[in-house]
């Protein structure tokens, strides 16, 4: 039986430092290795000029380099923002988007193949739950998108498909590999990660203190509202769940960010704006506001009145919030949609469904 060869880029530089020295190579090398790859983007053995040819042809041996590929790509026409559709090594999709700012270039990455958690309001949910991706599949969404375009990012946010905090041990590790000072060395101060409230993990992030901004769906603030459209809200409540934000600033310094996607009729009134003023207030925050975005399969709609309505309301109220532009607006920039597409149109086999 032949062994499956490791994914070097999954490695953290402890992991490769480690391994190294168990198979009696010198620690330099892990450094060098490191580098090309992190930092010079290099991912075929051979260009690693710096590594004696033996040694590439040991390390091919022992490990492999998974690249994405691209199955479609998506050019914004009004704000240069790209969707990418990209194919894994087992023929599963996951899309990653490239936003323009003009402090720089940000990526919204997916972190599972489809997702558990079952949010009515989004086409990830609609497509099912496949399986998490590994560290290397997080990040080669970055490095092939910089690669594509040749740009470098600034920001990063975990918003694409699948639930970050529902995949906690590969998505820290993938934190990890992509600040490494010796590697890539991203800040995490230039990353948010958003959740829909896994209230266990969130705790567990909290004592890593790892600087990054916490992003928190919200999208309503009562707990029958909530539960309705977010099925996650029946294994931990909005009361655990503000408990556990407030524990996380505590903890870090950190002020959180609460998302909140108006849907017309469903948490778009001001008795929701006042509810959720009431929850929040005191709380070191910021309210993000969003238009809901059209998913084909469901009806839910955001009038552009309602949203102003609602964030001028929360803002009488003290409240600290923006609405946040929409980008993308003409290339399907709802995540999920472009994946649900490729599954339908190949007849890809999966299972779904929440586990709650
Ligand atoms: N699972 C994570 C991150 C992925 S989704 C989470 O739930 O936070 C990123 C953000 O987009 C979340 O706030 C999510 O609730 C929101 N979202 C999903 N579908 C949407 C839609 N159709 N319109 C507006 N926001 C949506």
């Known amino acids: 039986m032949r062994l499956e060869k490791t994914d070097i880029i999954s490695m953290s530089y402890c992991e490769l430092e480690k391994i190294f020295a168990e198979k009696g190579v010198k620690s330099f090398r892990a450094k060098q290795i490191f580098k090309w790859i992190h930092e010079k983007r290099v991912f075929d053995f051979d260009g690693m000029t710096d590594i004696p040819v033996q040694m590439r042809m040991y390390l091919k041996e022992i490990f492999c380099i998974k690249r994405l590929f691209i199955q479609k790509r998506l050019e914004s026409s009004i704000d240069n923002t790209v969707k990418y559709l990209y194919r894994l090594d087992d ?26 958690m079952g949010c009515r309001f989004c086409a990830s949910a609609i497509a099912g739950f496949v399986r998490n991706l590994t560290p290397s599949e997080i990040l080669m969404q970055i490095y092939e998108t910089e690669k594509n375009k040749g740009v470098k990012v600034s920001g990063v946010v975990l918003m694409g498909i699948g639930e970050p905090l529902d995949n906690y041990g590969n ?164 995540c999920g949609q472009l994946r649900r597409d490729a599954i339908e149109k190949s007849n890809y086999n999966m299972d779904g469904g929440a586990d709650f």
């Open 91 to 116: 023929g599963n999709f996951v899309e990653t988007v490239l936003m323009q700012y003009n402090y720089g270039y940000s990526v919204c990455v997916s972190t599972q193949v489809g997702c558990k």
């Open 171 to 334: 998505v820290v590790k993938f934190l990890d590999i992509l600040s490494d000072s010796r590697g890539n060395n991203l800040s995490l101060r230039h990353v948010s990660l958003s959740t829909c409230g896994i209230v266990p993990r969130i705790y567990d992030l909290a004592e890593l203190k790892l600087g990054l901004t916490l992003s928190v769906s919200l999208h309503c603030a009562d707990d029958k509202g909530r539960s309705e459209i977010m099925p996650v809200n029946n294994a931990y409540n909005i009361s655990e769940l503000i408990q556990a934000c407030r524990d996380y600033i505590s903890r870090t310094g950190r002020r959180i960010t609460f998302e909140y996607a108006v849907i017309d009729g469903i948490n778009s009134s001001d008795s929701h704006a006042d509810r959720l003023a009431d929850l929040i207030r005191g709380i070191n925050c910021h309210v993000n506001i969003i238009p809901v975005n059209k998913v084909r399969e469901r009806s839910y709609r955001s009038a552009r009145s309602g949203v102003r309505n609602f964030a001028e309301r929360l803002g009488r109220r003290g409240i600290n919030a923006t609405v946040r532009r929409i980008l993308g607006s003409d290339i399907e920039a709802s």
